[in-house]
């Protein structure tokens, strides 16, 4: 399994064997959000800068961006939560991810954090 | 931060809290959508108590404040009506009931002091009960929750016991759901709002509280009435009663005359967005032609409906039924069509 990276805005990427990272929200986002019901994803070819809005997602009540976690190109968006945007609230780290992107830069990862350091940096909000 | 008398409890449910008008509030408990649901098919609990309480013994000089027609309230009934400034804007939404020997009338969170100003500016004497707690018990099995209540229609209002606790109890509500509204000292609120959670009431928050009353067509102070609209404009002048409409005597009566007879500028209308995006409170809203006719008001996702809607007023030209209305989000036009109000119908036990 490789590693997974977290965001101080609260997403998660995956480097794959194809080095494409894919992106999602994590489980405390999802949280904090509530019920999900609308999702609108960056279309594939953008580019985007690190903590660049480049997605927004909507709870009943209120509507959030997502930032880019890394500089690159978007190559790939998640149809299912665009179909079934709860699924976001029942599989947030796993099956709804967002968006794959390819990195300017592979070692930029390196710059997030790990679990252990994002589990500490929600026990520190 | 004030606290209601249920903050406690909010808080053993692990309610996520936050601030409203002054009040730290339950937002949700398990999440706005199961919250809402359940107010629609079986019933919900809201803590309400942040909207005040208060009692006016002059039913005379109080019906030259507000349009309604409250000489004609029996005893035992509550009817909604306006507090109107000079100029015929809308100062605050408020319920009247008759006890017979005093009225009592139930205001806004957000203008509750304002209100008391207000009343008492024009020589009304009015004395609050802010301190009260008042609990919404609302949804299709409400009244199987509240036996107690059961005799009690539409609109009634009536002094009760519940399971030995004194209860000002009224049978409405702010979902457009059957329901009741129901008020008790501060020191019995946890007593009475364990009593009814036991009975199988869900507990529900502000958000379901929200998404409810859109549902429903319901203004909500503060983003669809403010004291720049009049109640022609904002869709209310059926709250004007006939009787009040020979004498015109009422507080803003000439101004919201006007407007009754040369027809209003702008309107409050409901709108039915397509495909998924909410439009939400400030949105522009455009005609066929790309012009600017007006602005969101409230919007949120309808989960009784699986769809976004929202109120907004628009251009009177364009607030016919059926009328095709773009609606700008994050820059882009989203379609919409005027829709005729309420979104989800009213249930009431009539």
Not at chain 2, 83 to 101: H, Q
Request: proline content about 5%; some cysteine.
């Amino acid at each position: 399994m490789t590693q997974i990276f977290y965001s101080k805005d609260h997403e998660w990427v995956q480097i794959g064997e194809d080095g494409l990272a894919t992106i999602g929200i994590t489980d405390h986002a999802q949280q904090a959000l509530g019920d999900i019901v609308f999702v609108e994803l960056p279309e594939p070819g953008r580019n985007v800068v690190a903590h660049e809005a480049c997605a927004v997602v909507e709870s009943v009540k209120a509507a959030s961006d997502v930032y880019a976690p890394l500089t690159g190109t978007v190559s790939e968006t998640n149809q299912a939560i665009v179909d079934e945007p709860a699924l976001i609230n029942t599989a947030a780290e796993t099956t709804a991810w967002f968006f794959r992107m390819r990195l300017e830069d592979p070692t930029a990862v390196n710059a997030l954090m790990s679990k252990a350091a994002y589990d500490e940096f929600l026990g520190s909000l | 931060m004030l606290k209601t008398p249920l903050d406690a409890l909010h808080r053993r449910l692990g309610a996520r809290m936050v601030e409203f008008a002054g009040y730290e509030m339950p937002l949700q408990y398990t999440g706005i959508m199961a919250e809402h649901q359940a107010c629609r098919e079986g019933a919900a609990l809201f803590d309400v108590s942040h909207m005040g309480q208060a009692h006016v013994a002059n039913a005379k000089a109080f019906e030259a404040l507000v349009p309604g027609d409250i000489l004609g309230l029996r005893p035992g009934r509550q009817r909604y009506t306006l507090l109107l400034n000079e100029a015929g804007g809308i100062i605050d939404d408020l319920m009247v009931a008759n006890f017979g020997a005093h009225l009592q009338l139930v205001l806004n969170a957000g203008r509750k002091h304002v209100d008391l100003a207000h009343i008492r500016a024009h020589g009304v004497a009015i004395t609050p009960h802010f301190e009260r707690a008042l609990l919404a018990l609302q949804g299709p099995k409400a009244a199987a929750m509240l036996p107690e209540g059961a005799a009690l229609r539409f609109m009634d209002a009536a002094a009760l016991h519940v399971a030995g606790i004194a209860c000002v109890v009224t049978r409405s509500g702010y979902t457009g759901e059957d329901g009741f509204e129901i008020g008790c000292a501060a020191e019995d609120a946890q007593a009475l709002a364990g009593l009814l959670l036991e009975r199988g009431a869900t507990p529900a928050g502000l958000g379901a509280r929200d998404s409810l009353r859109l549902e429903a067509g319901l203004c909500l102070y503060g983003n669809d009435i403010d004291e720049g609209r009049n109640p022609v404009e904002a869709n209310l002048a059926w709250a004007i009663a006939r009787c009040r409409r020979s004498d015109w005597d009422f507080l803003g009566a000439a101004p919201v005359r006007a407007a009754l007879e040369a027809g209003p500028a702008e309107k409050l209308v409901g709108i039915k967005v397509t495909g998924r995006a909410p439009a939400r409170a400030g949105a522009e809203i455009r005609n066929a032609r790309g012009e600017r006719v007006g602005a969101v008001t409230s919007g949120c996702f309808a989960p009784s409906l699986n769809a976004p809607v929202a109120l907004g007023y628009v251009r009177a030209d364009c607030a016919a039924e059926g009328t095709a209305l773009d609606l700008i989000v994050r820059d882009k036009p989203i379609p919409g069509v005027v829709a005729p109000l309420p979104f989800v119908p009213h249930r009431y036990a009539r």
